[in-house]
């Protein structure tokens, strides 16, 4: 067996009880952060790693900001967003995703993915890889294994950029001095409404995605000397891609959103209801009235398709790059 990486353990373990105490996670949400931020963090290119940090850090401190105004817009509001085991997965799984092919591809020895990797058969790999040690090659090296690495590195960037970038026009966006429009009437609609936009949401989302784009950027050049000698080439790429996930991602989540998912309005309350049950508005006392998008999909399953879709246009198109 494979020996336990005592870093990554040490640091997934601290950033759960960081978000527990700080209610930034619930119990199940605590777990699954663990779990989740385990794997990624064992993953020998810590530079997924270092972005899934960063991503936490900016998106906590995000979620509190104006908490008091966003209890005034949203009924069922909490402190500091309390995200459960539910949300902490939709909001992980591509980049979760992406660190395991890269770990099996590329480091397939390395624990927990070694316990994966036991039940998968020798010949199923269709790719030649090559083994990654002691940062011999660039993880954003598009010769090896005809791009492989390249192209699950960009989709765990694709993931980030959007997730952060929608996270940042939401809880940001939503406390404009100016009503947002819906993305697909182009009409004013109350703050905290599915698929509703605005610019200064917008450009938060552009730099959410700048940023993890810049985090992963540092994050390779301090780590990997074959990728600090090519720095040139490598920041632009990053940086672009960042940028078009962050922005590119909230627009593709707020049109989910606006269709798919259906935004509830207290008229006389003038708050929006977040609930999702089939029959959520059944003896209420105030006026509801349906203000967007179909009840087919939640919020969550909304931030899962967003980001998968996004991550795998940003893998696709930046591992064509010539």
Not at 108 to 129: A, K, Q, R
Not at 175 to 195: A, D, F, M, Q, Y
Request: glycine share 10%; aromatic share 8%.
């Amino acid at each position: 067996m494979a020996p336990i990486p005592l870093i990554p353990l040490t640091v997934a373990t601290l950033l759960s009880v960081h978000g527990l105490r700080s209610r930034s996670l619930s119990f199940s949400g605590a777990v699954t952060a663990f779990v989740v931020g385990f794997s990624i963090l064992a993953v020998p290119v810590r530079t997924i790693g270092v972005t899934l940090i960063i991503f936490y850090f900016i998106g906590s401190r995000a979620t509190k900001y104006g908490k008091k105004r966003k209890a005034q817009l949203e009924d069922d509001y909490q402190d500091a967003g309390y995200r459960s085991g539910a949300q902490v997965l939709c909001n992980s799984f591509t980049a979760l995703l992406a660190s395991g092919i890269w770990c099996l591809a590329f480091a397939p020895d390395i624990f927990p993915w070694s316990l994966v990797n036991s039940y998968i058969h020798p010949g199923s790999v269709l790719l030649e890889t090559v083994s990654y040690q002691d940062g011999q090659w660039c993880p954003l090296d598009i010769t090896v294994s005809s791009g492989l690495s390249r192209a699950v590195m960009f989709a765990a960037l694709g993931h980030f950029a959007c997730c952060l970038g929608d996270t940042l026009a939401s809880e940001l966006g939503i406390l404009s001095s100016r009503p947002p429009v819906l993305i697909t009437t182009l009409k004013t609609v109350p703050p905290g409404t599915n698929g509703g936009v605005s610019l200064g949401g917008t450009l938060a989302s552009l730099f959410g995605g700048l940023s993890m784009g810049v985090t992963m950027f540092i994050s390779l050049i301090v780590e990997n000397a074959r990728c600090r000698s090519s720095w040139m080439t490598i920041l632009p790429s990053l940086v672009f891609w960042g940028s078009v996930a962050g922005a590119g991602g909230s627009l593709l989540d707020s049109f989910l959103g606006a269709t798919l998912q259906r935004t509830r309005y207290s008229v006389d309350k003038k708050i929006i209801l977040t609930g999702h049950s089939a029959e959520p508005d059944r003896g209420r006392k105030d006026t509801v009235k349906v203000i967007s998008g179909l009840n087919l999909l939640t919020n969550n399953q909304v931030n899962l398709l967003s980001s998968m879709g996004t991550a795998l246009i940003v893998a696709r198109f930046a591992t064509s790059e010539t």
